[in-house]
Nanobody
Framework: QVQLVESGGGLVQAGGSLRLSCAAS????????MGWFRQTPGKEREFVAT????????YYADSVKGRFTISRDNAKNTVYLQMNSLKPEDTAVYYCAAKFGIHTSNSRQTYEYDYWGQGTQVTVSS
């Protein structure tokens, strides 16, 4: 069992930056690939970024590529999402998720993930 708690969301002006954190508790954090997703009212949860167990492989949605960076610190059981050059369309609830397996990467579908956090709101004003 893995518990995930996101933090770092808030209100920021367009062009600004935020850094989201996702702290994991439970066993064997380094055995999990991690992902960030986001969701706005009335829409399905969409993929943002994913990182493999060691942090050596990352993938991004086209909409955030070049602006967002996913990283992890296995010693701290934490995954991060650095968000730069934020746009109003980045406004959403952001969720982190964990997918068991050291051989997994590029998992972009919600059903592929085993555990989810409760989400943190990010609002970008124009």
């Amino acid at each position: 069992q893995v518990q995930l708690v996101e933090s770092g969301g808030g209100l920021v002006q367009a062009g600004g930056s935020l850094r989201l954190s996702c702290a994991a508790s439970g066993r064997s954090f380094s055995s999990y690939a991690m992902g960030w997703f986001r969701q706005t009212p009335g829409k399905e949860r969409e993929f943002v970024a994913t990182i493999n167990w060691s942090g050596s492989i990352t993938y991004y949605a086209d909409s955030v590529k070049g602006r967002f960076t996913i990283s992890r610190d296995n010693a701290k059981n934490t995954v991060y999402l650095q968000m730069n050059s934020l746009k109003p369309e980045d406004t959403a609830v952001y969720y982190c998720a964990a997918k068991f397996g050291i051989h997994t990467s590029n998992s972009r579908q919600t059903y592929e993930y085993d555990y989810w956090g409760q989400g943190t709101q990010v609002t970008v004003s124009s």
